[in-house]
C-alpha cells in the first residue's frame, strides 16, 4: 500500500503560483508514474500531469502546457506540482496518485489507471 498526503495548496491571486507537494509512504515509490488531478465543484476529476518512475518522461494537460511543470524527488519520495501564471480557472482541489504499476513508460491520464490518492489539497485562485 501507498500512502500520499499533499501540501502546499493556498489562495493566490490570478498570475500568481504555487507550489504543491506530494509525500509518499507505505509503499514502493521509485517505481510508480506518479500524476495530479484536480476536482473543481460540480465537476468531474480531471488529469492535470503525470511523470513516468524516473522522471524522464511527462505529459500535461492542454489546459496546463506551459504553465505547470511536474517533477520528482525519488530520494525524498516526493512529487511536485509547479504552478505558474494561475488563472481562476485552475481552482480545484488537487490530488496525488500513484499508478499501481511499476516501471512502465507510457503515461496514463484516466482517473481509473491509478489505484492510489491522497487526501487533495485546497487552490483557490481569485481573480
Known amino acids: 500500500q501507498v500512502q500520499l498526503g499533499e501540501s502546499g495548496g493556498g489562495l493566490v491571486q490570478a498570475g500568481g503560483s504555487l507550489r504543491l507537494s506530494c509525500a509518499a509512504s507505505?509503499?514502493?515509490?521509485?517505481?510508480?508514474?506518479m500524476a495530479w488531478f484536480r476536482q473543481a465543484p460540480g465537476k468531474e476529476r480531471e488529469f492535470v500531469a503525470a511523470?513516468?518512475?524516473?522522471?524522464?518522461?511527462?505529459y500535461y494537460a492542454d489546459s496546463v502546457k506551459g504553465r505547470i511543470t511536474i517533477s520528482r524527488d525519488n530520494a525524498k519520495n516526493t512529487v511536485y506540482l509547479q504552478m505558474n501564471s494561475l488563472k481562476p480557472e485552475d481552482t480545484a482541489v488537487y490530488y496525488c496518485a500513484a499508478d499501481t504499476r511499476h516501471y512502465v513508460y507510457e503515461l496514463a491520464t484516466r482517473v481509473y489507471d491509478y489505484d492510489y490518492w491522497g487526501q487533495g489539497t485546497q487552490v483557490t485562485v481569485s481573480s
Open positions: 507505505g509503499g514502493t515509490f521509485s517505481s510508480r508514474a
Open positions: 511523470i513516468s518512475w524516473s522522471g524522464g518522461s511527462r
